[in-house]
């Protein structure tokens, strides 16, 4: 079974940037579709941004605009780059499939947006 990895998280000031990362341990290729999802305490986790196979892309209103998802399918890596980061962007950050499957839901990678 493909393992998904997150990283690239930590803490950053409002308006700053992060590049998260989701390494497969095998081929997103053969996996589809991925997303970023993210979580914060007390509340459900929610769709952040997703990517078809051939690179097609969208995106929560919430962070449309602001972040951009990509994935290197050689490298069975998908990426996320946040840029203008808010407060309300703190989270932690999992991939996974597009829809979910529970079974590829990993750590996740926390985000702080912070002063």
């Known amino acids: 079974q493909v393992q998904l990895v997150e990283s690239g998280g930590g803490l950053v000031q409002p308006g700053g940037s992060l590049r998260l990362s989701c390494a497969a341990s095998?081929?997103?290729?053969?996996?589809?579709?991925m997303g970023w999802y993210r979580q914060v305490p007390g509340k459900q986790r929610e769709w952040v941004a997703g990517?078809?196979?051939?690179?097609?892309?969208n995106y929560a209103d919430s962070v449309k605009g602001r972040f951009t998802i990509s994935r290197d399918n050689t490298k069975n890596t998908v990426y996320l780059q946040m840029n203008s980061l808010k407060p309300e962007d703190t989270a932690v950050y999992y991939c996974?499939?597009?829809?979910?499957?529970?079974?590829?839901w990993g750590k996740g990678t926390l985000v702080t947006v912070s002063s």
């Open positions: 095998g081929s997103i290729f053969s996996i589809g579709a």
């Open positions: 996974n499939k597009f829809p979910e499957r529970e079974v590829y």
């Open positions: 990517i078809t196979t051939g690179g097609s892309t």
